[in-house]
């Protein structure tokens, strides 16, 4: 097994990041057997492809790094590191580009979402994002990567460049790449603004009050649990009575993901009462259990050159554990390197 996954150094990381890929990456981490590897990395490279300010991304990078080692993420035992240390990403992207067809990439919804209406003056990079996170994965041979819903179909394009390439390039028993396997949680998959239930939880979102950030502290976490958009029904007792209801559905969801049960649970216990009573009780939750980790948080982003150093070893490692497969893929597509 080889667990490779990324998150882009855009902002906070926030409950959705945490209970749709962050959480898993961590619980992954801490199962595996030995010879078995997990590479976690910032996007960085990806986050340029959205109008950017350097010197945030700088810091954003840095404050990442910290956030994930206080969610669990061991830098003694996964490999830990940032894109644009390890140019191989950017190398195999070309490489790959050759292999993905413009029809295929005319499908990614996140390009249509993210451009808008102005197509025309999206940056290339946004065009060409998933070709990037396809070689994000199979640079590395990743068997399994951990992710929300929102990248299933980046995953699936990243099957479909590696499948056409190995067969278009390699002999069936010598194939260049490795077919990543999607995971994503069952109850967590798509965590959605406490603004609007039909809106996924974003970095980008411009209302703060739309998602809970690991910067937040325990005062600002309850206050916004507390103002999230509701309805003015009380809870039911059966997951049917929550159709149509996207905002109750998300906070029962919420619930559900951070104590491990499902939303029938929780329904089951707060059925027939009011928000005014479901808050509070998730508020002591999300407290509960994302304080301690924001504590750490806190500590570990202080030390700027503490983060430095375990981006520069973890970059190191994952520079030559990509370095054959890179190889690989020069030689299968007839590249003289000497
Ligand atoms: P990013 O930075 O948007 O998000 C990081 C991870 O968090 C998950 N996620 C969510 N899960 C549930 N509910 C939400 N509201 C929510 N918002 C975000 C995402 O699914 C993701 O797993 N393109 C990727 C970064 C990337 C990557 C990769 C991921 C680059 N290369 C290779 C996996 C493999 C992104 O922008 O994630």
Redesign the pocket.
Same mark, same amino acid.
Do not use: E, F, P, Y
């Given at each position: 097994m080889r667990v490779?996954? %990324?998150?882009?150094p855009t902002g906070s990381l926030h409950l959705?990041?945490y209970? %749709?890929?962050i959480r898993n990456w961590a619980a992954m981490q801490d199962g595996l057997a030995d010879g078995e590897q997990c590479l976690f990395f910032l996007?960085d490279l @990806?986050a340029i492809s959205m109008p950017h300010d350097p010197a945030q991304l700088r810091a954003a990078t840095l404050e990442m790094t910290a956030a994930l080692v206080a969610c669990g993420i061991d830098p003694a035992r996964s490999v830990l590191f940032n894109q644009a240390q390890v140019p191989a990403h950017a190398e195999l992207q070309w490489l790959l580009n050759g292999t993905a067809r413009m029809g295929w990439l005319n499908r990614m919804t996140q390009f249509k979402d993210k451009s808008g209406k102005n197509r025309e003056g999206a940056s290339v990079a946004l065009y060409t994002y998933p070709v990037l996170?396809a070689a $994000?994965?199979l640079l590395y041979q990743a068997t399994h990567?951990p992710? %929300? $819903? $929102?990248?299933k179909q @980046?995953l699936e394009l990243a099957r479909d460049i590696a499948q056409k390439f190995n067969n278009d390039f390699c002999t069936e028993d010598a194939p260049v790449f490795t077919l990543p396997e999607p995971i994503i949680p069952p109850e /967590? /998959?798509?965590?959605?603004s406490l603004r609007d239930g039909t809106a996924?939880?974003?970095?980008s979102d411009p209302s703060d009050m739309s998602r809970i950030n690991l910067a937040d502290d325990p005062d600002e976490m309850a206050k916004k649990i507390k103002k999230a958009k509701t309805d003015p029904e009380p809870l039911p007792s059966e997951l049917a009575g929550l159709e149509g209801r996207p905002e109750a559905l998300n906070l029962v969801s919420i619930y559900a993901a951070l104590e491990g049960s499902t939303p029938g649970d929780v329904l089951a216990r707060f059925g027939g009462q009011g928000f005014g009573a479901f808050k509070p009780a998730m508020a002591e939750l999300v407290v509960e259990t994302l304080g301690p980790i924001q504590r750490r948080f806190v500590e570990l982003k202080a030390d700027r050159e503490a983060l430095d150093a375990i981006l520069a070893r973890g970059a190191a490692r994952a520079r030559e554990i990509g370095l054959p497969t890179l190889k690989a893929a020069y030689d299968a597509l007839g590249l003289v390197r000497g």
């Open positions: 490779v996954s %990324g998150i882009q959705g990041n209970l %749709g890929a996007a @990806h996170q $994000d994965v990567v992710v %929300g $819903d $929102d990248q @980046h /967590a /998959a798509r965590i959605m996924k939880m974003s970095k």
